[in-house]
Nanobody, 123 residues
Framework: QVQLVESGGGLVQAGASLSLSCVVS????????MGWFRQAPGKEREFVAA????????YYADSVKGRFTISRDNAKNTVYLQMSSLKLEDTAVYYC????????????????WGQGTQVTVSS
């Protein structure tokens, strides 16, 4: 089992920055790809970014490329999502997830999910 606990959400103005954290505990985390997904009201869950724990290789959705940065801290077993130049359309509940699958952009490939943290961007 893997447990994921997100934190760091909040209310910010458009153009601001915000950092999310996901503490990972349980089985050997190095075998996992850690992903961030988001779901806005009335919309489907969408892929945001992912990082392969063992290599640090990163993946990004086109909508956040250049604005968001995903990283992991081995010593703290924590995955971060640094978000900058936030837009109104970034408003959503953000979820951290873990998978051993190569299909990192597919939510149904992930086995473990956190409880989510709300990010609200205001004008």
């Amino acid at each position: 089992q893997v447990q994921l606990v997100e934190s760091g959400g909040g209310l910010v103005q458009a153009g601001a920055s915000l950092s999310l954290s996901c503490v990972v505990s349980g089985r050997t985390v190095s075998r996992y790809v850690m992903g961030w997904f988001r779901q806005a009201p009335g919309k489907e869950r969408e892929f945001v970014a992912a990082v392969r724990w063992s290599t640090g290789y990163t993946y990004y959705a086109d909508s956040v490329k250049g604005r968001f940065t995903i990283s992991r801290d081995n010593a703290k077993n924590t995955v971060y999502l640094q978000m900058s130049s936030l837009k109104l359309e970034d408003t959503a509940v953000y979820y951290c997830a873990a998978t051993v699958s190569a299909r990192v952009e597919r939510g149904d490939a992930y086995d473990y999910w956190g409880q989510g943290t709300q990010v609200t961007v205001s004008s």
